[in-house]
């Protein structure tokens, strides 16, 4: 049995992950850390995650950028694993990261579904074909409106695919407006759409002379990054410390 504190548990991702633990006999959620109760769970649910002072074997966290560090320092005091779901992290943040995953276990993903990890796999494998035969690279994102940060930390983990790939001297270009030139050979653009309710829509464009190939991934659901985070949360738990991704997880 895995035992979870799921930290953000009132969040749209929260609690799709709660909903789908429910029908997990192999794991349970002990308790969960929001800023207000919903009053609707099974659970312990604690404003502060320094107050649980519950056994658990593994985090998953679906808050956001600003409960991270409290998060990671928790973690690393009471030697808990955590999955790490949460984006738009700053660099100083990414450090605290890597630093915890010294002392832990940290799954850290830009996006949970085993779909964008196959593709994230394709662009990595065909980027450098596709550039030596002359087509550019371009990314658009759509989300609902609710989404907060822009660029997606899936699109940009799409980005950093290809760029690992195609050179450390390709620049990401978020907004054209205002310059009047022609689109440099090194350089990949990521465009962001947010409106109504879109779950998630990620296509990387290959756009050469009298050809396209665009690569795909649309979620109809949050379901599909919920039972991605379960999966990592049962992959993590009891593991040595260390930095770990999806890629760990499906193999």
């Given at each position: 049995?895995?035992?979870?504190?799921?930290?953000g548990c009132?969040?749209?991702?929260?609690?799709?992950?709660?909903g789908?633990?429910?029908?997990?006999?192999?794991?349970?959620?002990?308790?969960?850390?929001?800023?207000?109760?919903?009053?609707?769970?099974?659970?312990?649910?604690?404003?502060?995650?320094?107050?649980?002072?519950?056994?658990?074997?593994?985090?998953?966290?679906?808050?956001?950028?600003?409960?991270?560090?409290?998060?990671?320092?928790?973690a690393?005091?009471?030697?808990?694993?955590?999955?790490?779901?949460?984006?738009g992290?700053?660099?100083?943040?990414?450090e605290?990261?890597?630093?915890?995953?010294?002392?832990?276990?940290?799954?850290?993903?830009?996006?949970?579904?085993?779909?964008?990890?196959?593709?994230?796999?394709?662009?990595?494998?065909?980027?450098?074909?596709?550039?030596d035969?002359?087509?550019?690279?371009?990314?658009?994102e759509?989300?609902?409106?609710?989404?907060?940060?822009?660029?997606?930390?899936?699109?940009?983990?799409l980005?950093?695919?290809?760029?690992?790939?195609?050179?450390?001297?390709?620049?990401?270009?978020?907004?054209?407006?205002?310059?009047?030139?022609?689109?440099?050979?090194?350089?990949?653009?990521?465009?962001?759409?947010?409106?109504?309710?879109i779950?998630?829509?990620?296509?990387?464009?290959?756009?050469?002379?009298?050809?396209?190939?665009t690569?795909s991934?649309?979620?109809?659901?949050?379901?599909?990054?919920?039972?991605?985070?379960?999966?990592?949360?049962?992959?993590?738990?009891?593991?040595?410390?260390?930095l770990?991704s999806?890629?760990?997880?499906?193999?």
């Open positions: 049995m895995t035992r979870v504190i799921m930290h009132n969040g749209r991702m929260g609690q799709a992950i709660v789908l633990i429910a029908g997990d006999e192999n794991a349970q959620i002990v308790a969960g850390v929001d800023k207000v109760d919903n009053g609707q769970n099974s659970f312990p649910v604690y404003n502060d995650i320094r107050k649980c002072e519950l056994e658990a074997d593994v985090i998953i966290d679906f808050s956001n950028a600003a409960a991270v560090s409290g998060l990671l320092e928790y690393v005091e009471r030697q808990i694993p955590v999955v790490l779901c949460t984006t992290l700053s660099d100083e943040q990414l605290e990261v890597n630093k915890a995953s010294g002392q832990i276990a940290v799954l850290r993903s830009a996006n949970m579904s085993i779909g964008i990890n196959l593709l994230l796999k394709l662009i990595r494998e065909n980027a450098a074909v596709l550039r035969a002359g087509f550019d690279t371009e990314i658009v759509k989300h609902h409106r609710h989404k907060l940060d822009a660029p997606s930390g899936t699109a940009l983990a980005a950093d695919a290809a760029r690992d790939a195609l050179g450390s001297d390709y620049e990401y270009v978020y907004d054209r407006t205002g310059r009047r030139m022609e689109r440099p050979v090194r350089e990949i653009g990521i465009s962001a759409v947010r409106g109504g309710s779950v998630g829509d990620h296509d990387v464009i290959f756009a050469g002379t009298d050809e396209v190939i690569l991934h649309t979620a109809y659901s949050r379901n599909v990054f919920a039972q991605g985070a379960i999966s990592a949360a049962h992959f993590l738990a009891g593991r040595r410390p260390g770990y999806m890629s760990d997880v499906i193999g």
